[in-house]
């Protein structure tokens, strides 16, 4: 039986510790194939993708598995939902990774033996009032122009969709493909299938440095000591642009993105959703565990952990303003989470040194960019070369480029 709990239930907020089971954790290696910095969603699907190559993985995480964004996210899968003004560049690529999602989800599955929740009841994007309607109708045209499956819906056949929403709802879009997984079962999954692959995933341990030599990476340093390494996967999310790993002309421009989330719980007697929901405030996902999902802020405040009054006021009141049910339903946790995010909110995934590879930046997209993540990463570190499609995904498009093989 899997164990896991919300992130801020029954511990600090955001370091709660998901664990498929109570066995020993790796001790720190001396040497692998590859090392990989963070043992986030980004890091441990990489390392698990990686193991399946054949290569020696260690993970080394600072915290616990998932304790940074990747516990904290509600797991939508939505490209369609998703989709705004400004995100061309992600829309090939998100929607690739939604095509690959299933295939990931079995391996996944069956490598761990823990079920993902993997649900694809689509999203409704909501107006309420003449003025969302008319943005809505925008959002609807720059869906359509993309080529995004988007249905319009009057407000009566939202609410044949979705009895329980309030009758001010207005008007609709059926996003039919967006799907949705739970964070917690998946992280739970990916740190169960990974262990099983071999991978070393060391928690607790901070790496501090870099090694180079003879102009390229050659391991990391941690307190407890060094692990030799052909080549340095840096996956450490938010916390990949602060300064001392690497060195200034490789920084990443990548900031943390604070968001508050909370969990209710549902009833028969207080009923549920069928499928996701998003309006302008909040999005309210549905978990097969009774659990609703209502997130989530966005707030450019650097590290600063916790919840505040202001945050979880403005996620209940969005919420209760499409869904007066849930005033009876229970709050059973309440957390916040670092979203890592680039210049463009989109990720970075590139070569930055010989031996120095980069996959993280990926913003609110990081459950839904996984399965290309890990592949294309996967196939960087065992070709040299990335696929086509994630080329454009380096720090050029910001004014910097590396490459894996060539001197540095
Ligand atoms: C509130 C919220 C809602 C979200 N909802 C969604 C959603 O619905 N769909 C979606 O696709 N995405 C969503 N996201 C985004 C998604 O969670 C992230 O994009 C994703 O989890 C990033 O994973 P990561 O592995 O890069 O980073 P993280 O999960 O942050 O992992 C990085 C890890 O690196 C570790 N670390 C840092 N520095 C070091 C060091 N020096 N040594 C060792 N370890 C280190 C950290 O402790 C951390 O565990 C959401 C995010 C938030 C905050």
Redesign the pocket.
């Known amino acids: 039986m899997v164990s896991v709990d919300f992130p801020g239930t029954g511990g600090p907020i955001g370091l709660r510790r998901v664990s498929a089971s109570t066995a020993p954790r790796s001790a720190l290696p001396q040497r692998a194939d590859v090392v990989v910095?963070?043992?986030?969603?980004?890091?441990l699907s990489v390392a698990w993708t990686l193991a399946g190559r054949g290569l020696s993985v260690a993970v080394?995480?600072?915290?616990s598995v998932?304790?940074?964004?990747?516990l904290?996210?509600?797991?939508?899968?939505a490209p369609a939902a998703e989709h705004e003004p400004g995100s061309d560049l992600l829309l090939p690529l998100a929607i690739e990774s939604l095509h690959r999602w299933p295939a990931f989800r079995d391996a996944l599955q069956a490598a761990s033996g823990i079920g993902i929740d993997y649900r694809e009841d689509g999203t409704l994007v909501l107006a309420i009032g003449r003025d969302e309607v008319e943005r809505l109708r925008f959002r609807h045209d720059l869906q359509r122009r993309s080529g995004v499956a988007a249905e319009w819906l009057s407000g009566e056949a939202v609410r044949r969709r979705e009895p329980m929403l309030r009758p001010s709802v207005t008007a609709g879009i059926l996003c039919p493909l967006d799907h949705q997984v739970d964070p917690r079962l998946v992280m739970a999954a990916l740190d169960a299938a990974c262990r099983s692959a071999g991978v070393a995933v060391v928690e607790g341990?901070?790496?501090e440095g870099l090694d180079w030599a003879g102009g390229r990476v050659c391991g990391v340093r941690t307190a407890s000591g060094p692990v030799a390494a052909g080549i340095v996967i840096v996956?450490?999310?938010?916390?990949s642009g602060e300064g001392g790993?690497l060195p200034e002309h490789l920084a990443l421009p990548v900031r943390p993105l604070r968001?508050?989330?909370l969990a209710l719980r549902t009833t028969r007697h207080t009923g549920t959703l069928t499928g996701m929901v998003w309006t302008e405030q909040v999005h309210i996902a549905p978990k097969s565990d009774g659990h609703l999902i209502v997130?989530?802020t966005v707030e450019d405040c650097g590290f600063r952990p916790g919840v505040t009054a202001g945050g979880l006021y403005a996620l209940l009141e969005g919420a209760r303003r499409v869904l007066p049910g849930i005033e009876e339903m229970e709050v059973e946790a309440v957390w916040s989470?670092?979203?890592?995010t680039s210049d463009d909110d989109a990720p970075i995934i590139e070569a930055l040194a010989p031996g120095l590879v980069a996959a993280?930046g990926?913003?609110?997209?990081?459950?839904?960019?996984a399965p290309i993540t890990a592949d294309a990463v996967a196939e960087l570190v065992t070709t040299g070369a990335l696929p086509d499609m994630a080329r454009p995904f380096s720090r050029a498009r910001f004014g910097g480029q590396g490459s894996l093989r060539a001197s540095a």
């Open positions: 910095i963070g043992a986030g969603l980004i890091g080394i995480e600072r915290e998932g304790a940074g964004a990747s904290a996210a509600t797991g939508m899968l341990c901070a790496v996956a450490s999310g938010a916390w790993l968001g508050q989330s997130g989530a989470g670092y979203r890592p993280t990926h913003h609110r997209n990081g459950y839904l960019l």
